[in-house]
C-alpha cells in the first residue's frame, strides 16, 4: 500500500522560501518522495508562478498558483502550510491556516507581539485533536513560559 503524501504549501515566495525550495529539492533527490508542494501563495503572483515552475522541476506536477491564502484554502487539500512571509504577516498567515486544520511551520520571528504569538498558539490548541495530545503539552508549555515572559518585561 503506498504511502499518503504530505501535500504541502509554501506561503511567501521570497528569499528564505528560496532556501527551503532548495532542501525540498534536496529532500526529493535523496529519496524522499512522502510529501507535494501542492500550493504557492504569494501577494505577488509572478513570483508564486516562479516557485510552482521551479518547484515543477523536481516534482511531477507544477503547485497551483495563489495570491490569496484563504483563496488557497478554500481550494486545496493541505496539510501543512511553510510560512515564509515577512514577520508582520506570520500571524494572519498562521491563524486561518490552523483553523482550517493545516499544520503551519513558521519561519522565524514566530510573531511579531507576544499577543500575535499567543493567538497562533490558542488557534493550534483549539483546532488540535486527541492524538496530539503530546503537542498540546508542548504548546502548554510554551504559553506558560510567553506567559512568564512578558510578565517580566
Ligand atoms: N532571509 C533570511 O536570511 C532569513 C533568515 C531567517 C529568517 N528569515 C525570515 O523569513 C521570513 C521571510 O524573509 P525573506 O527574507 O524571505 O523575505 P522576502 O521579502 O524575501 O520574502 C517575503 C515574501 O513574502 C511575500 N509576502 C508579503 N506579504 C505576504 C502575504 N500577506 N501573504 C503571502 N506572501 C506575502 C512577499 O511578496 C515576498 O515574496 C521573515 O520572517 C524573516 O525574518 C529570513
Known amino acids: 500500500m503506498s504511502e499518503k503524501k504530505v501535500n504541502l504549501a509554501i506561503i511567501g515566495c521570497g528569499g ?3 532556501a527551503h525550495l532548495n532542501s525540498y529539492r534536496e529532500l526529493k533527490e535523496k529519496g524522499l518522495d512522502n510529501f507535494e508542494l501542492l500550493a504557492m501563495c504569494d501577494v505577488l503572483e509572478d513570483r508564486a508562478k516562479s516557485f510552482s515552475e521551479r518547484a515543477n522541476q523536481f516534482q511531477e506536477k507544477a503547485p497551483s498558483v495563489y495570491t490569496s ?4 484554502l478554500e481550494k486545496e ?3 501543512a502550510a511553510d ?5 508582520s504577516y506570520h500571524h494572519i498567515n498562521a491563524i486561518p491556516c490552523l483553523e482550517a486544520g493545516v499544520d ?6 514566530f510573531s511579531v507581539t507576544i499577543k500575535a504569538g499567543k493567538k497562533i498558539i490558542e488557534t493550534a490548541m483549539a483546532h488540535l ?4 495530545f503530546n503537542l498540546k503539552m508542548v ?3 510554551i504559553c506558560k ?7 517580566r518585561r
Open 83 to 87: 510560512i515564509c512571509s515577512p514577520h
Open 139 to 141: 504548546l502548554r508549555r
Open 77 to 79: 487539500e493541505l496539510d
Open 104 to 109: 503551519v511551520m513558521i519561519e522565524k520571528p
Open 129 to 132: 485533536t486527541e492524538g496530539e
Open 145 to 151: 513560559s510567553f506567559k512568564s515572559f512578558s510578565c
Open 16 to 18: 528564505m522560501a528560496g
Open 69 to 72: 491564502v484563504e483563496e488557497m
